[in-house]
């Protein structure tokens, strides 16, 4: 079974899911601007997806194959993303990182401070040795946190998802132990 911590940073901290980040969620990726890049959230977010999507998130940590953190600034307290490890695959020992921001915090640095504790979560307390994470392409700001923070991309996955009637190319992206490792060393 997974464990799951409150993390810290120096501006941040990334505290488990729970019902009660309902409206912060609903109300945050109701924005087309967040929903535009995320490969997995719709626009217009239906009324009652967060609650859905909270359930799910918790039925998948009980059953040992995601950790979900929101993240929430320390001086006001305020929802301002969320950031998870999902898939894990014990058996490879590896798992997908994914994470959005509101778009108030965007250019912020936000996430790149968010990434440092998560990697160590990630490779220490989940023991895996590869995650990975993916972006559409026209998302380079996915692209610039992830490589800043050690990722190598991997591929190209052409037309690999449709968003809003258009096929999209997706890049992939991964960081190793052994990677990750060398860095904090």
Not at 12 to 35: T, Y
Not at 125 to 138: G, K, S
Request: net charge positive.
């Amino acid at each position: 079974m997974l464990t799951q911590f409150t993390l810290e940073t120096t501006r941040l901290i990334l505290r488990p899911l729970s019902l009660e980040d309902v409206p912060s969620i609903q109300c945050v990726a109701s924005r087309r601007e967040v929903a535009d890049t995320m490969i997995s959230i719709p626009h217009p977010y239906p009324k009652d997806e967060a609650e859905q999507y909270l359930r799910r998130r918790i039925a998948e940590f009980k059953a040992g194959s995601l950790v979900s953190f929101a993240i929430e600034r320390k001086f006001d307290k305020a929802f301002c993303g969320v950031i998870e490890i999902r898939d894990v695959e014990k058996e490879h020992s590896q798992a997908e990182l994914s994470f959005w921001l509101a778009v108030e915090v965007w250019g912020q640095g936000y996430m790149s401070e968010v990434l440092k504790p998560m990697l160590r979560f990630g490779f220490e307390n989940l023991d895996l040795n590869r995650l990975y994470a993916y972006h559409m392409t026209r998302n380079s700001g996915s692209g610039k946190v992830l490589q800043k923070n050690g990722f190598v991309q991997e591929g190209l996955l052409r037309q690999r998802v449709r968003k809003w009637g258009v096929f999209e190319d997706v890049k992939l992206w991964a960081i190793l132990r052994r990677d990750w490792h060398s860095e904090v060393a």
